[in-house]
């Protein structure tokens, strides 16, 4: 009571202005007001936003009643609750509709901000289960915000009866509001959704449709751009632009960010609850359309406009393959506004090799320069005459130089090619590998069946030996009478160098040619790869094994892990799989998990883009002009025979009897794929394994990688798309984009210790091993036939091959000891 008269006395000015106001009111009525209702205005209420409180319905009161912050126009409470304490439900009206209650916050819909001034709030008591991730950080914007990785909800259903009250108020505000057209009924998360998430996917939006409460689409419109954009999807940035038209506070920024994740969610929460993944995919694309072209007819031309100029390809400059490292006309067409870097290139060359060609354009002079020395060439030029010269007596090891400069007359060019260094003899016995040879003969006296190995070093093949036999064994597993004596020229089985020196050389000519990006999506080139989570994996994750699949689907097995339904001994049938069922058992990027599955994925990439079989492909536009006639699909089918191939397992692939299946092989495998699935579901054309080659074929492909991408006048792919492919991921340094990387000595079982770190290479399972060291100028390719060797027992119902006991079969001995043969010197 003694706090009264202070309290008065505070009340006293607000008592007295108001007063004074009452006295100016009062006086007005005598004023001449005449009525002239202009036309020109709209209702203060726009917009019927739909809440759920997230809390029961006392606290409910508490927070919105006699809370300071927080309040809405009406509260609908739920049967069930122990808080709620009538027996039957009522509406709660805590704010008179023509006050401003704070239940929207900061928000967006339709251009306009901050809603609480323009709308009705309905909060409806309803209680889901959200978590955030423990610990999380939330510098990942993806996994910290509403929908994100890191947020947890489980939305339990709304009460029918609490419903059925909701349905008679909307319909009630609708009439009192005529200003709240169907798209102005929303949801909390509609206009804002990166704060919050409800009502809910459990939310009846359809059923406040059908009593005339709220937009909906048209199922016939929603399955006519179904149809189209499943064909061809609307970009993302499109996709975003559309959003925004129908009323979402959504930027066009082309990337899926935070803000769209958000967005795609919240619409998918209210028009397609049984999918809110938060991808732009094409029935919500469809969806958000079918929605505009219902309610915003006028808005929809220039969308579709868009889409239709968006679909058109641009026309691809016509990709000239150069012939040659350097391929350039001089002086260049578009010279640098820095003078000395004109006319100027830089080539990989070895001391006493290379050779210059010279097309003139019209041009009768130039000085051509080699490491800073004029050529002697014949000048004048004759029209239409080609001039080639050894570049014998200029050349040093390595980088050299090549400058161009007065040409004349006025307006003329010449045209100057290099080559790329090709492969030469050793000249004389420059190493000392007898180490390495004594290491080997052991081994092959000792049962290991054989091998075939070539080092090249500086552009020369310093050693190519073949050690022991080809064949040892009789379809039976007994030793032959007279085994096969391994040649210099054995073709042998390269299993997964088949992902090297087929899919990466292909992926890389392909990128070089514009064909094809690293962050290309690959439903973009494969529309029908969609469905859990596909549609988001792009080329660049297949490569480094990230985009999420297990190891392997052993198609050729009914009893494979995934069931009879994945069982596949078609390549038709296993492509479907491949891009329709096989699960992805991880998500995407979370970790490198080494998987056969990427790269067939990867190799039916590379025959979409082709429309060329991969075989076809490699065969006919890398291996053939590169003068390659030994590295093949399928060789036996293409005039090889068995006798010029390694063997491999001794009784097919049943590891000795332990193993059967559907039409399994039990005989010695000479020139057949041995790995199942690509011999069985893919009928011997595959992106991981089905490549045969001798080590005279393989030294050129990895003389191609040394050369940074060419051979002779053939370029296979770009310097900086080798880069790309051969640098190390994030994720894990021995591991680019499908090449295998030594890093900094944590493969040396592979590489050896020796290894520059930017040595590249890969294995191959049936005892093959590829290095590349361009630190060193050095290639080493190791053929072995180890699986050709008996299956033996080991511990806990396990089994290996004899071969695997071999320092041979192990690769780091026999890579080590090249290295110190060869540094040594």
């Given amino acids: 009571m003694k706090l009264e008269p202070v309290f008065f006395f505070l009340l006293r000015p607000f008592v007295l202005v108001n007063i004074l106001l009452l006295t100016l009111l009062v006086g007005c009525t005598s004023l001449p007001i005449e009525q002239m209702p202009s036309k020109s205005y709209n209702h203060r209420v726009q917009f019927l936003v739909m809440h759920f409180t997230a809390i029961d319905y006392q606290r409910s009161v508490n927070a919105l009643v006699k809370g300071p912050y927080v309040s809405s126009h009406y509260l609908i409470p739920e049967r069930f609750d122990d808080s709620y304490p009538d027996d039957e439900l009522k509406v709660l009206q805590l ?149 925004r038209t129908y009323g979402y506070g959504i930027e066009e920024t082309g990337r899926m960010d935070a803000q769209t994740l958000d967005t795609l969610s919240a619409f998918q929460m209210h028009f397609l609850p049984w999918h809110v993944s938060g991808e732009a995919s094409d029935k919500t694309a469809a969806t958000l359309f079918a929605l505009i072209d219902k309610y915003f007819p006028e808005r929809l031309t220039s969308l579709m406009e868009r889409y239709n100029k968006e679909q058109i390809a641009e026309p691809e400059a016509e990709f000239a393959e150069p012939l040659g490292q350097v391929d350039s006309l001089f002086p260049e067409p578009e010279p640098s506004e820095r003078k000395l870097v004109n006319d100027r290139k830089a080539f990989k060359a070895y001391a006493g090799e290379g050779e210059i060609i010279i097309d003139s354009q019209d041009a009768e002079f130039a000085e051509i320069y080699v490491n800073g020395e004029q050529l002697n060439i014949q000048q004048p030029f004759a029209p239409d005459a080609q001039y080639r010269y050894s570049l014998a007596r200029r050349t040093r090891d ?10 004349q007359p006025e307006g003329a ?153 994945f069982f596949s001994q078609n390549k038709a049938r296993t492509v479907e799989l491949l891009l329709h069922e096989v699960p992805l058992e991880i998500g995407r990027g979370i970790k490198p998990v080494y998987s056969d599955t990427g790269f067939l994925l990867l190799g039916v990439l590379v025959e979409r883009l082709t429309n060329m079989s991969l075989d076809q492909y490699v065969e006919s536009q890398i291996y053939e002009p590169l003068g390659l006639h030994n590295t093949k699909f399928n060789p036996l089918r293409k005039g090889f025979v068995k006798s010029q191939f390694a063997a491999t397992e001794i009784r097919g692939n049943s590891r000795g009897g332990r193993v059967s299946f559907d039409n399994i092989r039990d005989y010695v495998l000479q020139g057949e794929v041995h790995d199942e699935k690509a011999y069985y579901a893919m009928q011997g054309v595959a992106g991981h394994a089905g490549l045969f080659s001798d080590a005279s074929d393989m030294a050129v492909l990895t003389q191609v990688l040394l050369n940074r991408g060419g051979y002779g006048e053939q370029q296979v792919f770009a310097p900086s798309v080798l880069d790309q492919f051969s640098k190390a991921s994030d994720m894990d340094i021995t591991l680019g984009l499908g090449w295998r990387r030594a890093g900094n000595g944590e493969r040396r079982w592979h590489f050896g210790p020796y290894a520059s770190p930017q040595a590249i290479g890969h294995t191959g399972w049936t005892g093959t091993v590829t290095v590349v060291d361009p630190e060193y100028d050095l290639a080493i390719v190791l053929l072995t036939n180890r699986r050709h060797t008996p299956v033996v027992d080991l511990e806990e119902d396990l089994y290996g091959f004899k071969g695997d006991e071999f320092e041979l079969g192990r690769y780091g001995s026999i890579i080590s000891l090249i290295y110190e043969a060869v540094l040594s010197r």
């Avoid at 509709?97 to 819909?109: F, I, K, T, V």
């Avoid at 390595?398 to 040409?407: D, M, Y």
């Avoid at 089985?493 to 290309?520: I, Q, R």
């Fill in 95 to 243: 704010v008179d509709e023509q006050h401003r209650a704070w239940h929207a916050g900061s928000s967006y819909w339709q251009g306009r901000n901050d809603l609480n001034d323009q709308s009705i709030g309905i909060e409806i008591v309803n209680v889901p289960e959200c978590e955030r991730e423990m610990g999380h950080h939330f510098s990942d914007p993806f996994n910290g915000n509403e929908h994100g990785d890191g947020r947890l909800c489980i939305f339990p259903d709304y009460d029918p009866e609490q419903i059925a009250l909701l349905v008679k108020l909307s319909k009630a505000i609708l009439e009192r509001h005529p200003d709240i057209g169907p798209t102005q009924v929303v949801g909390h998360s509609d206009i804002t959704p990166s704060r919050k998430n409800d009502p809910g996917p459990r939310f009846p939006w359809y059923q406040l449709y059908k009593e005339g409460i709220g937009a909906w689409y048209d199922n016939e419109t929603v399955n006519h751009y179904w149809q189209q954009f499943t064909k061809a999807p609307p970009s993302l940035g499109l996709v975003q632009a559309a959003l």
């Fill in 398 to 407: 390595g980088t050299n130089h090549l400058r161009v400069e007065n040409v």
């Fill in 413 to 565: 060019s010449v045209r100057v090619r290099i080559p790329y260094p090709v492969l030469q003899p050793s000249e004389g016995e420059k190493y000392d590998f007898s180490a390495l040879d004594s290491l080997i003969n052991s081994e092959i006296e000792q049962g290991y069946p054989g091998a075939v190995l070539l080092v090249v070093k500086d552009g020369q093949v310093i050693k190519h030996s073949a050690y022991g036999y080809k064949r040892l064994y009789d379809d039976n597993g007994g030793l032959l009478p007279k085994p096969q004596a391994m040649s210099k020229d054995t073709l042998f089985d390269m299993a997964s160098n088949t992902k090297m020196f087929a899919t990466n050389f292909a992926l890389m000519k392909l990128m070089t040619e514009g064909k094809l990006s690293f962050n290309d999506k690959v439903s973009r080139h494969i529309p029908e790869f969609k469905g859990q989570g596909r549609a988001a994996i792009r080329v660049k994750d297949l490569l480094t094994h990230t985009a999420g699949y297990g190891p392997e689907v052993r198609f050729f097995e009914r009893d494979n892990k995934f069931g009879e339904a």
